[in-house]
């Protein structure tokens, strides 16, 4: 589907900051709209220039608080298709709910897929998205979606500071293709943590599969958020003999004490993007640093208005 009118950038409370880095990298403004609360708390937004025609872009990674950034995006969604605009893509960063994506247990909702109805059904045209917790959230969806990767950031940042000795690791069997994929850009060797989760939110770490006696370990992921898998990884690769323990996560949730545990836990440095808000609250641990996604998801909003390929951003 193209679209004749402008391309315009608009955002929600979710991450602002981020939308402006998007902006500055495409040479546009923000687009105008009234964002602001009700007195018993509801949304109210109002967009307050004319898109009728136009190539909309919605800035909102649903990110803790989860339920109220998601029903921004509906909303504003919304208000974008009764205003006539010719299309309107949902950049979602962070893809929330994207853990609840099967029946696992008896009597448990698929949340990922009640999301993506919501979303589709609300207004969005297209979704860009960018390492969602499961791949199959992708065909969950009945229009179009980008997934875009976060390694690129992170492969980068790691060749410009290479580590010896290197040996990248799956935080469990999940993992691994992502692990095999960063080790085989890096020139480095593989591992991975043999990882039992016995309920949500609580990970006991096995065993280590793979040699990382004397190594430095790189423990990649997707996200962290009570920061319990990623401590227990660390201390399995120190009991293994490990020399020094780094992380990095696309989605840097850190919700309870995570950053806490992380400043406490072996792991040298902990590298993240910010698909979701660095906020004061999250910085208890020095040993954190944080990589823009924004250069990233410019080029992919770029390509989707121009009707190029997006397929040279993904790794």
């Keep these: 589907m193209s679209t004749t009118g402008g391309i315009k950038v608009f955002s929600g409370n979710a991450n602002r900051e981020l939308t402006l880095e998007i902006c500055n990298y495409l040479s546009c403004d923000p687009g105008s709209a009234t964002i602001g609360r009700f007195s018993d708390g509801e949304f109210n937004f109002q967009i307050t220039e004319n898109v009728r025609g136009g190539d909309i872009f919605i800035v909102q990674p649903t990110c803790p608080p989860t339920d109220a950034n998601l029903m921004e995006l509906l909303v504003m969604l919304d208000a974008f298709r009764r205003s006539s605009a010719e299309r309107v893509t949902a950049v979602i960063p962070y893809y929330g709910y994207a853990r609840s994506d099967k029946k696992d247990r008896p009597r448990v909702p698929i949340a990922a897929k009640l999301v993506s109805n919501l979303i589709a059904t609300a207004g969005a045209h297209r979704v860009l998205t960018m390492d969602l917790h499961a791949a199959q959230i992708q065909g969950f969806f009945d229009i179009p979606v980008d997934h875009l990767y976060a390694a690129p950031v992170f ?116 590298v993240t993007t910010n698909t979701i808000p660095f906020n004061e609250s999250k910085s208890e641990a020095d040993n954190i640093k944080v990589l823009s996604i924004a250069p990233l998801l410019a080029k992919a909003i770029k390509s989707i208005h121009e009707e190029t390929s997006v397929s040279s951003l993904f790794v």
Excluded: W
Aim: glycine share 8%.
């Design 155 to 270: 492969i980068g940042h790691y060749q410009a500071n290479p580590m010896p000795n290197l040996t990248v690791v799956a935080p469990d069997t999940g993992g691994a293709e992502r692990a095999r994929a960063y080790a085989k850009r890096l020139n480095a060797e593989l591992a991975l943590c043999d990882k039992r989760r016995e309920k949500a939110n609580v990970a006991e770490v096995m065993n280590v599969v793979g040699d990382v006696r004397g190594r430095n370990c790189l423990v990649v992921d997707d996200m962290c958020d009570t920061g319990g898998s990623l401590t227990k990884v660390a201390k399995a690769l120190k009991s293994a003999g490990a020399a020094s323990i780094h992380a990095c996560f696309t989605h840097a949730v850190l919700s309870g004490h995570a950053c806490e545990q992380l400043a406490k836990s072996d792991i040298e440095q902990v």
